[in-house]
């Protein structure tokens, strides 16, 4: 990679060069191909001293001798002063667009909006630093509870640790930030007998009904439960991959979950006809909850939550829930038996009282 220097004229061209102003060009060579810069901060005026030309030549020179050492250094692995100040907005809406699980990209998409009234879609990665992170988050915490603070700021904490991986940042300015932990919210559940009520109360949207209880009993994602074919079931078995994770399952499917299946169809149908918009579903499951006279906020997720604790009261161990739920880590497993330890709490404790007077 080579760099040279150039005079660009401009004006009158009418007029002999030595009438005329110039800038400095750079020419960037690089594998038989050119690319030009412009030095639009010196311009050097018929009328200057020779002093100032020759100051001026000086600059230009050092620019040129400091562009080539960026370009030669990034092409060895250090990251260059261009990268650094690329579009950090453009970076972010290719992680964006990269996401596939609906949620996700929703999150990331409020995140983007969150930077863009923080900041403007100009922010570079060279204006983010530990500060300007610390007034993001505070900026968070203004307008979102602490969990939805805590998740916006992870994206942007993912693709600052993105772009250090990609070279384009030299250091990452999150190491310097420490993490608020989340807020412990009390887990919404169904228990078995609001469970049967849903069972036998008509919902206006039967695929959501349909969907809903087989989550209950399986414990899959709404989002994988969109995504199931026909050729995914192999008898009492289903074989998929977690959209959430990427990683393949095999689950048995207990006689429940096979009812709820109902009539087999072809090998690519999909399984459940459900909207592809899950705030859409969880409105329905709304209506439907309150039909059947369930006083609790239900949506999509609760039926993941439902299998999991309905495992554990039943005796199942911690770690054939975490194989059963499909978590890559035992942390996100751990909550639902810190749950019912809380649950069995709550039941010893409602034992009735005894008189000690005379004890």
């Not at 039909?291 to 161990?317: C, E, M, P, Y």
Request: with cysteine.
């Amino acid at each position: 990679m080579s760099v040279n220097l150039h005079k660009k004229y401009f004006g009158d061209k009418t007029k002999n060069k030595k009438n005329r102003p110039f800038k400095y060009q750079l020419d960037l060579y690089e594998k038989g191909r050119r690319r030009r810069e412009i030095i639009d901060n010196l311009v050097v005026h018929p009328n200057d001293s020779a002093e100032d030309k020759k100051a001026k030549a000086k600059r230009a020179e050092t620019i040129r001798a400091k562009r080539e050492f960026e370009l030669n250094t990034s092409k060895h692995g250090f990251t260059s002063t261009l990268r650094r100040r690329g579009s950090f907005i453009e970076y972010f809406k290719k992680l964006e667009n990269s996401k596939v699980a609906e949620n996700t990209i929703e999150n990331w998409t409020k995140t983007r909006k969150h930077i863009l009234k923080f900041a403007n879609e100009k922010i570079t990665f060279e204006e983010i630093d530990r500060v300007w992170l610390e007034e993001f988050f505070k900026h968070l915490r203004l307008k979102l509870a602490i969990n939805s603070a805590r998740t916006y700021f992870a994206n942007v904490r993912e693709t600052l640790k993105q772009a250090y991986k990609d070279k384009i940042i030299d250091e990452n300015p999150c190491i310097h930030i420490k993490v608020i932990p989340p807020e412990e919210k009390e887990m919404t559940y169904l228990t078995e007998e609001e469970i049967q009520k849903l069972f036998a109360t008509k919902s206006n949207s039967p695929e959501v009904k349909r969907a809903f209880l087989f989550e209950c009993c399986t414990g899959i994602r709404i989002s994988d439960i969109k995504n199931l074919k026909w050729e995914n079931f192999k008898g009492n078995r289903l074989f998929f991959k977690q959209i959430k994770t990427g990683q393949r399952e095999q689950l048995y499917l207990n006689e429940d979950a096979l009812k709820l299946l109902g009539e087999r169809g072809k090998g690519t149908d999909s399984v459940f006809q459900l909207s592809s918009h899950t705030a859409s579903i969880n409105r329905a499951i709304k209506v439907w909850v309150k039909k059947a006279g369930i006083d609790k906020r239900i949506t999509t997720h609760i039926g993941r939550h439902t299998f999991a604790t309905l495992l554990i009261t039943q005796g199942v161990d911690i770690y054939g829930v975490r194989k059963l739920m499909g978590h890559k880590d035992l942390r996100s497993t751990q909550k639902y038996a810190k749950f019912i330890d809380q649950e069995q709490e709550k039941a010893v404790n409602s034992l009735p009282k005894y008189n000690f007077d005379n004890f």
